[in-house]
Every structure is written in C-alpha cells, then in structure tokens.
C-alpha cells in the first residue's frame, strides 16, 4: 500500500519558480516509478514528469527546460522543481506512482501562475 501527499503549490508570478513535493508512505522502496501530473480547468489530466527507480526521467514538452523532476528515497519524497513558470501552467498537479501494476494517486496541489 502506497500513500502520496503533494505539498508545495500556490499563486506564483509568471517567470517565477515554484517546488512541488510529494511525500510517499508505504512501499515506497519498491514503486517502479513515480512522477507528476497536472490537470487545468475543463481538460484532461497530462503527463509533466516521470522517474523511475533507476533514475530515468521523461518530461512532456511542454515543460522539457523548465521542470526538473527529482526523488530523495532516503527520504521517500519527490519533487518538481519548476521554473520560468506560464500562465498555461496554472493547474492541480497530482503526484502518481505505480507499484506492481496498481496507479496511486495523491490528492493534488493547486498551482496558479499570474501573468
């Protein structure tokens, strides 16, 4: 069993930065990968960044040079850094992990970017 908890959102400038973390309970040694996801009002939830356990990384478009996706497992946490933020950015992140086939999900920090 796997519990997530995000923490880190809120109202940010455009440009500016802003750090996610998700702190995981549970089996976090053996989630095969975690990452982060976001949904703005009225669209589907995306994919920003994923990791997996050997240290990989895959980010959308989107935000390839802006958000760097990192995980401490001394610390069972993973982050988002996020920088040179966009309004286009403004939406619930969710952190997400999967362990032997099952998705887990937190329940989601608001980001809000100003222009």
């Known amino acids: 069993q796997v519990r997530l908890v995000e923490s880190g959102g809120g109202l940010e400038q455009a440009g500016g930065s802003l750090r996610l973390s998700c702190a995981a309970s549970?089996?976090?040694?053996?989630?095969?990968?975690m990452g982060w996801y976001r949904q703005a009002p009225g669209k589907q939830r995306e994919l920003v960044a994923t990791t997996t356990s050997r240290g990989s990384t895959n980010y959308a478009d989107s935000v390839k040079g802006r958000f760097t996706i990192s995980r401490d497992n001394a610390k069972a946490t993973m982050y988002l850094q996020m920088n040179s933020l966009k309004p286009e950015d403004t939406a619930v992140y969710y952190c997400?992990?999967?362990?032997?086939?099952?998705?887990?999900w937190g329940r989601g920090t608001q980001v809000t970017v100003s222009s």
């Open positions: 997400w992990g999967t362990l032997l086939g099952i998705d887990y």
């Open positions: 549970g089996s976090i040694f053996t989630i095969n990968a």
